[in-house]
């Protein structure tokens, strides 16, 4: 039985991560197994180190935890076609069911029955993984592995940015971490007129602008809705993409939205929002929840803006190798990152 | 110079309204003059005769109110050619200029530019009425005059219906007013699977099931959330129509809608809700606010839905000479009616 | 090992079928054992009786026909959750990869690796069937199992019909064959304003108004351009649902819909068809090909459809012991029949 | 009564254009009056030189030709309120009844009232032209005046782009015509992943490439099915946009499609093309005809792209003064040029 190196949540409460080893997974027949070239640290992993309720719920350690990633095939079961050994893959994070009420109205992001990679069941942070073969997305190996390895968050960027039409449209992106960095450069890919980012930290707000914002607004040191509405004419925006989960910073967007707006929202406050119902019926407004990727068409659609041109590499501000991935989660919390990506081998 | 009756509202403050006489209105090249035969008591109404913070910013008295109606074209403007004398209309109340950054975008009733019948401008609580004719639509005459005199506020239901599919789907109707009552016809004409109605008062309740509710839920003698659940397998409601604007009908409503699910809100709440925002995202939840009416796709949808069979007679309860005014509002304001006819003639 | 009774295209070229005897099918891990109750005949049957191009290219006898079914789950595999034994199920026909191009941008039901029920693999003239647990459809129980096995045929209805609005619109729909006449039910479900039926046939023509059609226009008896105009005020049909594979009929169409209107097609023409592509840019015509059922949307749609009180079980005009196949057949290729149902119980 | 030089056309048939003088017009309370600063050839006005038969049925003689233009607002009816003197403008060329059935649909680029500028009504090949202010497109003077008369056909070229979803998408652009090659640019701009051109024609096949195709097929000396399908992996295109109008380019165009493809076509055929329309049936295909330009969500959606960087700049190839409007037209029928334009000052 070979061993390889992991990262394990080794029991309930806080702390509790360990590097150590295990065996090398066994694969089913429809599974393959992922030699791990590069992973990405999430703010998922932080929640699960600091053993928050969300993590408390979901997690049974011990498991190796992780969920964005890429790497090489090694190994595939007999029942596998769509994928090869020596493919480079990357993996949506959600195991579904296909047959809950839920994917059989296409919502298989939702699925009633999902099993979440690195959360419900073994992850990434480790030299291997084995996944189900359905989980594999099959990428263009031109493309750095470390930008492969984030296309689950970038998947949630592309899936906030394509929920409503921003070709031609005024676009606010409020909260320049990583994955609404990533929206920034989506929205212009995909045509916005004009992208406003919405970041009080400097250098998130630089980064955005590497990434094509148009203009950055620090919602701390003016009032957004009236710095908005003078950067659109006094109309305000088409669009706002929301991934802050500041609750300020969503009661202003529903003001600098334009009547017929629409929000789209993946930032999760840590407590309810005193929303004025009224302002969304006088004004026709729709808020949209941006759950996880849609299953697939979001990754069709990475495919399809990557061999466009779309460029997010620059999100990665750092890369540690997997024993450090303690300073990788130090970095996270303290905001002094973008992307850190670690790498076991 | 003929003169006419009508109920004007005479100046600021509660009350104030009085039965008066004024001259029948002149009309310009592109208006025409509408002899009202019905004219339909709105929520509006009684908050003018209330004079809230809504009313006192938008009317100017003393003015001719009242914006719901039908009537016969008894006179059209030189530049006249989409009705003629003889026709039965009704109206929509948005005036708007077509050339707004929203009008431009499709999005013509949420005008910047917006006048509306009844409030900006005199309205239908007359004998006569001088209207664009552009706002003009031509009924069917066979229908009758009072449904008709129902077109604006059945098109706030048919708008809200009409915004996300319905066909199939699991609909609730949160509350039973005239509109409320009215959804609950036309989404049982488009093909709802099951419509529950979410209603309080007794006798809405009755009248929702004459209209088509599959299922009544009183929501103060059972708990919504668990009660709907219960009559969906578990699942929850794929559509939610609100119309009560009551908080807790609204927070209730995103519990016991699905992952996916879909919010048209109608109803005005009077204070700010607590959304639990995390609800939307983890959920993929969509909330939509409901303005006025699609000018004029909305009311393109009524004129096939009433061709197709669409009955919304019984929502009228009461039909009094427009003199009886005052018993009219009184009646809103008592909800002891649905909707209430006003017959000038 | 068990033997049941069973229908097979015995070898290559015209006739050939034959009643004999087959073990009963095993099982792999997650299929499911059906019992079949009722197996409908389709025109692909007869395709496949005649031998013609197309059923040459896809079948490879000796095999079991006939796709469209419903029974009850007998066994199922050690992975299977879905469904459960004695549950009344029907099936969808195609079954898919879930991971090639076409399937992971949704659309399932044209994926590049499809195997066919009762083409590419044995089929449900038979006494039992072993399908995928995942194609598997739970029906209601108290739905008659004649309209079950006929979910396949209806899903392809349901599919046309949704494809565009057609609630308040008038429709009409083209070739009242079995999927024809359901269709016409389904668009008045869904609240059209008005079908009109288009049938030569005096008993189809009799049993589309029975499901629902407004009115019938006979093709051959008077000019349907002229007639569906004088019918619609001049205007033409907002939404043509063909299915004739006519060639005059689909020309008619084009003529008689409304600039911007909308041409769902399943009908197949025998040759191909010259069409003026300039009316189809002057008018923004759309034309869309219908192909299957989406996964598993429509499927969803019929539950809810039928829940909300669809009933298209006039449709069924025949009942015959699964050995009188070739008599269903007869009834098919003759048109004096709408749809017949086989059981081999 | 001051007078301007203009290009009429004098009487039917071929030939009879004519540099004179007429009246500078007199405007409505509802127009306004626009210096004309540039205007563009199009196809359509070798069409009503030629006298064919489209221009015979639309024209009558005399009457002043052109209709794509900007120019600056020189004067204002008394209604006016979207534009205003000194404004610089460009113009849809369908002014619109808004009352009819296809308007209150949505469907305003189609109205059956239409009345077209430059065919049914003085045109721009003028040194001015009143127009109805509603029409009017108030520009970014920073742009070009050469590129803004070509909004209109842009705006041809939007709707088409727009139609279906391109982002991500592998698109063929069939035709490099103005329109053609305006698409190109469009294409990458809202984020398609590949646009592959189809021109035989060398000079317009090289302008596609400097607008942003990522690769030009021949369709002359290469078979473009074969090749098309070579560079996409054997997948074919998602998405066609047809502006050539040939035969062959579409049916090709058919069978280069992917299942479920889109073809938005827009490019005029000579005479009836034979479909298989068995290949839009079993592949799911979608055909959908462009008329015009949406109003105004088109011109919104250029406004907005060219705020974003659009560059079409390039298909301008000749700049010429208003009286070689011959040279002009000649160069048109010659292929010769992608875009000319006339001034007139």
Chains 1, 2, 3, 4 share one sequence.
């Not at 989980?135 to 929920?163: R, T, W």
């Not at 929840?289 to 068409?297: D, E, K, S, V």
């Not at 750092?318 to 002094?336: S, V």
Request: with cysteine.
């Amino acid at each position: 039985m070979e061993m390889m190196k992991c990262v394990i949540k080794e029991k309930a409460g806080a702390g509790n991560l360990k590097l150590t080893t295990r065996p090398i997974p066994e694969i089913g027949d429809c599974d393959i197994l992922v030699k791990v070239l590069a992973a990405a640290v999430c703010g998922t992993d932080v929640h699960i180190q600091d053993w928050n309720e969300w993590a408390a719920k979901r997690l049974t350690p011990p498991s190796i935890i992780g969920h964005e990633f890429a790497g090489e095939v090694v190994k595939t079961g007999k029942n596998v076609k769509n994928v090869k050994i020596g493919d480079i893959v990357s993996a949506e994070t959600h195991i579904v069911c296909h047959t809950c009420d839920l994917c059989r109205n296409g919502y298989e992001h939702v699925c009633y029955n999902t099993s979440t990679i690195g959360v419900a069941r073994d992850g990434c942070f480790a030299e291997y993984i084995s996944i189900p073969a359905e989980n594999a997305f099959v990428c263009d190996p031109k493309i750095p592995i470390e930008v492969l390895s984030m296309m689950e968050p970038l998947g949630a960027a592309v899936h906030a940015v394509m929920e409503f039409p921003v070709a031609a449209k005024t676009v606010a992106v409020v909260g320049c971490g990583p994955i609404g960095t990533m929206a920034v450069a989506v929205a212009k890919q995909v045509g916005a007129a004009k992208v406003i980012a919405v970041e009080p930290n400097e250098k998130r707000a630089a980064l955005a602008v590497e990434l094509g914002a148009d203009v950055v607004v620090n919602p701390i040191a003016v009032d957004p809705v009236e710095k908005i509405k003078e950067l659109t004419g006094g109309l305000g925006v088409d669009v706002v993409l929301e991934f802050s989960g500041n609750i300020y910073g969503i009661k202003a967007a529903i003001q600098y939205l334009k009547p017929e707006g629409k929000l789209a929202a993946l930032g999760l406050p840590s407590k309810p929002i005193d929303f004025d119902l009224a302002e969304f019926v006088y004004r026709g407004l729709t808020l949209k929840g941006i759950a996880g990727r849609l299953m697939y068409q979001t990754w069709e659609q990475m495919k399809g803006l990557l061999a466009g041109g779309l460029d997010v590499s620059k999100v990665v501000t750092h890369i540690l190798p997997l024993e450090e991935y303690e300073e990788g989660l130090r970095l996270m919390k303290a905001g002094e990152c973008s992307k850190v990506i670690l790498k076991p081998f």
